[in-house]
């Protein structure tokens, strides 16, 4: 069900960077932000990036945000263990006057 | 914070409504959602209600069996849900948009979840 695609699964050695893509459309990432969730095993997703760029307080600066068109990128730099977690894109739809989100990426940390 | 309540096992056709408790904000002034996770899936955008005005808007999936709205008055969202099925089934998550001006943009405050379990 969901519009926005993202990679299964990324992963990295510690210290690395890795990006996870996030492909929409025109009524969707393309019309307007991009938000970001990070969501560990058990527990409810927490806000990320908001806004396509900007990270809420907290949030390390190893994590950032770009949109081109109708396709969106999450950068992890520095990689470390506590960052294996699933992460979703997101975005509202005015096709459908609702929220999408991404089909969901796991980032393993080797 | 904000506290789900409500999910439990139901059979099939039957009708459940949860309740998601806010504290701490201003309730009356925020969009609120509603997100589901089937079991070991991803996120899934079900219902939401926009600030002071209170326009609701429904994913198509669920759209003529659920329907959300709010009580300001005890700081509670509700998901009333009828015509259950099976793939129903799923963590209900309640959630909050970052500013009050937003509708449908950003979640930065989310409930621990209900699991709602559709069996016979």
């Known amino acids: 069900q969901s519009v926005l695609t993202q990679p299964p699964s990324v992963s990295g050695a510690p210290g690395q960077r890795v990006t996870i893509s996030c492909s929409g459309g025109r009524s969707n990432i393309g019309s307007g932000s991009v938000t970001w969730y990070q969501q560990l095993p058990g527990a409810a997703p927490k806000l990320l990036i908001f806004?396509?760029?900007q990270r809420p307080s907290g949030v390390p600066d190893r994590f950032s945000g770009s949109k081109s068109g109708t396709s969106a990128s999450l950068a992890i730099s520095g990689l470390q263990s506590e960052d294996e977690a699933d992460f979703y894109c997101a975005a509202r739809d005015d096709s459908v006057s609702g929220y999408v989100f991404g089909t969901g990426t796991r980032v393993t940390v080797l | 914070q904000l506290l789900e309540s409500g999910g439990g096992l139901i059979h099939p056709g039957g009708s459940l409504r949860l309740s998601c408790v806010a504290s701490g904000f201003r309730f009356r002034s925020f969009a609120m959602s509603w997100v589901r996770q089937a079991p070991g899936k991803g996120l899934e955008w079900v219902a939401g209600?926009?600030?002071?005005?209170?326009?609701?808007y429904i994913a198509e999936s669920v759209k003529g069996r659920f329907s959300v709205s709010r009580d300001p008055f005890r700081d509670t969202l509700y998901l009333q849900m009828d015509s259950l099925r099976v793939d129903d089934t799923a963590i209900y998550f309640c959630?909050?948009?970052?500013?009050?001006?937003?509708?449908?943009?950003?979640?930065?405050?989310w409930g621990p979840g209900t699991l709602v379990t559709v069996s016979s």
């Open positions: 806004n396509t760029y």
């Open positions: 959630a909050k948009d970052l500013e009050p001006t937003d509708l449908l943009e950003s979640f930065d405050l």
């Open positions: 209600l926009s600030g002071n005005v209170g326009s609701t």
